[in-house]
């Protein structure tokens, strides 16, 4: 809150229905924008605790801790064996599976470190296929010609 109002019961009633922060001008734009990035940082440190770092799209769950990924066929639990950039594409397509990804997308996402051709996603896909097909999941991830990736089909 940043207010004109300088008196304690003004700072208390602020805090009070909901203020994260109360500044008084006249103020110290340096001491305002510290004030937000502590508020940010507990914010981004309390959500990150609440939400699940297990991403579930049946048949997968991908556990983005452990780095593990574990997909469901039947009755079987089957943890897949990725190498680290077919986990990543699995994992960045899981995080949306309905929505198309470019391979210029996946690229720079899933393989930031180096400068692969557009069409090295398209080899990782095809190993990451293979080894999903060896689990009984057949055509993930499905290819939009001319587009890209996505994880399931609408």
Same mark, same amino acid.
């Given at each position: 809150?940043?207010?004109?109002? =300088?008196?304690?019961? =003004?700072?208390?009633?602020?805090?009070?229905?909901?203020? =994260?922060?109360?500044?008084?001008?006249?103020?110290? *734009?340096?001491?305002?924008?510290?004030?937000?990035?502590?508020?940010?940082?507990?914010?981004?440190?309390?959500?990150?605790?609440?939400?699940?770092?297990?991403?579930?799209?049946?048949?997968?769950?991908?556990?983005?801790?452990?780095?593990?990924?574990?997909?469901?066929?039947?009755?079987?639990?089957?943890?897949?064996?990725?190498?680290?950039?077919?986990?990543?594409?699995?994992?960045?397509?899981?995080?949306?599976?309905?929505?198309?990804?470019?391979?210029?997308?996946?690229?720079?996402?899933?393989?930031?470190?180096?400068?692969?051709?557009?069409?090295?996603?398209?080899?990782?896909?095809?190993?990451?296929?293979?080894?999903?097909?060896?689990?009984?999941?057949?055509?993930? *991830?499905?290819?939009?010609?001319?587009?890209?990736?996505?994880?399931?089909?609408?």
């Amino acid at each position: 809150m940043l207010t004109a109002l =300088d008196q304690d019961i =003004d700072k208390l009633m602020g805090l009070r229905i909901g203020a =994260d922060d109360y500044v008084v001008k006249p103020f110290n *734009p340096a001491e305002v924008v510290a004030r937000v990035q502590a508020v940010l940082r507990r914010a981004r440190t309390a959500s990150e605790t609440e939400t699940s770092r297990v991403l579930r799209v049946p048949p997968f769950e991908i556990d983005l801790d452990q780095h593990e990924a574990v997909v469901q066929s039947g009755n079987a639990r089957h943890v897949l064996s990725l190498t680290l950039t077919e986990y990543r594409i699995l994992a960045q397509l899981a995080r949306y599976p309905k929505r198309v990804f470019s391979r210029a997308e996946l690229l720079s996402t899933c393989l930031p470190e180096g400068d692969a051709l557009e069409r090295t996603v398209d080899s990782h896909v095809s190993k990451l296929r293979k080894k999903l097909e060896e689990c009984g999941v057949s055509g993930v *991830p499905t290819g939009v010609r001319g587009v890209g990736y996505r994880l399931l089909e609408l």
